[in-house]
């Protein structure tokens, strides 16, 4: 006996494909699937129904005619005050343009230090209360 011939394998063996020719190695007439029916041939097409009359695949589409939108809605891009505070410096006009949207929400996550001038641009209740507290203008 040999050492080596112990030794742990430190490739796995590569599986082998059935339904490849008799050559393969693997199956060359029903590669383990048994002999006939539906289960050894192929996938059916979704239309397919197993009877005569095909309008069980129509009848199990739903109306879908106007139930969708064509464009997707874009969500609303959202500032919280202290990033705002981060961007802008005292008596600033902050306003869709400046933010580089074409319209934000802004929301009160942290404060706001600085009275800044806002235009055009939609709020949050207690955003509201934060820039007037702190002086801002909101028009």
Known sequence: MNIQSNLPKTTAK???????????????HTTG??????KVRGTTKITFDGTKIKKG???RTPFLRGKHRTLK???I???NLTR????????????????NCQYAKILSG????KALNFKGL???????????????KID
């Open 33 to 38: 699937r048994g002999s006939k029916g539906d």
């Open 84 to 99: 705002i505070d981060a961007m802008f410096k005292v008596g600033a006009t902050v306003d869709p343009k400046a933010l």
């Open 73 to 75: 809605l874009s969500t």
């Open 14 to 28: 590569s599986q082998k494909r059935v339904g490849r020719g008799y050559g393969s190695g693997v199956g060359g």
């Open 57 to 59: 695949w129509i009848k």
């Open 77 to 79: 891009p959202v500032f």
């Open 122 to 136: 939609l709020y949050s209740e207690s955003a509201k209360k934060a820039i007037l507290a702190a002086g801002g």
């Open 110 to 113: 942290g404060s706001l230090t």
